[in-house]
């Protein structure tokens, strides 16, 4: 037996007493600005023009959190471009929708499909969260002797969790379990990610179509522009979005990152993909990669020599045009695009935008209406109780931190 940590008696909540919470936190402050520098620095003829809103876009969901990660990134990326103060900052916009309208940014809170898939998972992930979190239970019964439940190990999970991302404090509640179970307690945090997030059925991406196409959209012009040889200052040159992972994983997806093997192909065919497999097997989705805090998402459009015969676009010129992405600033190769990691932006919009372009967002986020039954029919009485049954039993089948999409 393994002495109680003296830890436990004397603990109090950091948060105890605060009535208010949600705000981004100093650290994630520090994390947008520099990765606004680092963004700065890559892509160095990208950001020298002069700012203007409409050449540098900048937009966040209307929560704080989303709009102040906007604000300290936009300081990172125009810091020495204007007068104001010693580090010659200067003003900019950021613009933000209506949280009941934005569909670009917020898709989940406006999608009914969704939010009803969502409600009717989210008990059969607990229930597949049960037997893992029932053997840690029994794990730290017998090595502390408390009288653990697993409420209580779910709780002290996420007390380790936010001590060490918050805090920096990985002595206390993360100190209780070991190892190996610190990987299972990591696949149910991904086994839900990806359940009601995810791959785990298609309407948790396919809500995401507006945000696709806005991408693609802008490209387009950016191409437009190009080929016209419009002067500097005249068309947009960086899209900038701030969200939230409910945005970026769903994007994510649209995209085909993190899938094993022929996954994608699966998708195109509309099948169902497996679980995220069980320690220690390998596997691609892992939430702390997906969707990491400031996790972000970038499409970058290049351009390289070809065709110009005048001012008709052809599309052998279009083909000199070239997307990479980057997942937390690292480059991904695209299943959809040969595992490639520059995709010609034919190509791009061939294999990984348009099979998901049938779809439409008014279509897919419309609760489809129920018949009604007739309440005496004995046949229709009959028919409730079954499908009652398979719904309890986990058969039903129905039509799931900042994060930036740049």
């Not at 037996?1 to 208010?20: A, D, F, L, V, Y």
């Not at 697993?150 to 007390?159: A, E, H, I, K, Y």
């Not at 020599?305 to 190769?333: C, M, W």
């Not at 034919?346 to 008014?362: C, G, T």
Request: aromatic share 10%; proline share 5%.
């Amino acid at each position: 037996m393994k002495k109680i940590p003296s830890w436990i008696k004397g603990w109090e909540s950091r948060w105890k007493g605060r009535t208010k919470g949600g705000e981004l936190v100093s650290e994630g402050e520090e994390e947008l600005h520099n990765l606004a520098i680092r963004v700065k620095d890559r892509f160095q003829g990208l950001f020298d023009e002069e700012y203007h809103p409409d050449v540098y876009s900048i937009r966040a969901t209307q929560v704080p959190r989303a709009s102040a990660s906007a604000v300290a990134f936009g300081i990172g990326l125009l810091s020495g471009k204007g007068k104001l103060g010693p580090a010659k900052n200067r003003a900019f916009s950021v613009l933000s929708e209506s949280r009941a309208s934005d569909i670009c940014l917020r898709f989940f809170d406006s999608c009914e499909t969704y939010k009803d898939y969502r409600k009717r998972k989210e008990p059969d992930v607990e229930k597949q969260k049960e037997p893992i979190l029932e053997r840690i239970t029994s794990a730290l019964v017998n090595r502390y002797h408390l009288n653990f439940t697993t409420q209580d190990v779910s709780s002290l999970w996420f007390l380790c969790k936010q001590e060490a991302s918050l805090l920096n404090i990985t002595n206390q509640a993360c100190q209780l379990f070991n190892e190996a179970e610190v990987y299972f307690l990591e696949w149910t945090d991904d086994l839900e990610g990806f359940v009601l997030k995810g791959y785990g059925e298609s309407i948790n991406y396919r809500m995401g179509l507006p945000l696709l196409k806005d991408v693609v959209q802008s490209m387009e012009e950016a191409i437009i522009a190009k080929e016209e040889n419009r002067p500097d200052g005249t068309y947009e040159k960086a899209r900038l979005r701030f969200a939230h992972a409910e945005t970026v994983v769903p994007f994510s997806c649209l995209l085909g990152l993190f899938l094993e093997g022929s996954d994608f192909e699966k998708i195109q065919r509309e099948e169902s993909l497996d679980l995220p497999a069980l320690p220690p097997q390998r596997r691609n989705w892992k939430g702390s990669v997906v969707a990491p805090f400031a996790g972000n998402n970038m499409l970058i459009l290049y351009q390289c020599p070809g065709k110009t015969d005048g001012s008709k676009i052809s599309r052998d010129q279009k083909s000199s045009y070239f997307v990479q992405v980057l997942h937390n600033e690292a480059p991904v190769s695209m299943p959809g695009c040969g595992n490639k990691d520059f995709c010609p932006f034919e190509e791009f919009k061939e294999k990984i935008v348009e099979p998901h372009l049938k779809h439409d967002f008014d279509a897919v986020c419309k609760l489809k209406p129920v018949a009604r039954q007739e309440p005496s029919s004995f046949i229709s009485k009959l028919s409730n109780f079954f499908l009652g049954l398979f719904s309890q039993k986990g058969y039903r089948v129905s039509a799931r931190n900042v994060k930036t999409e740049l």
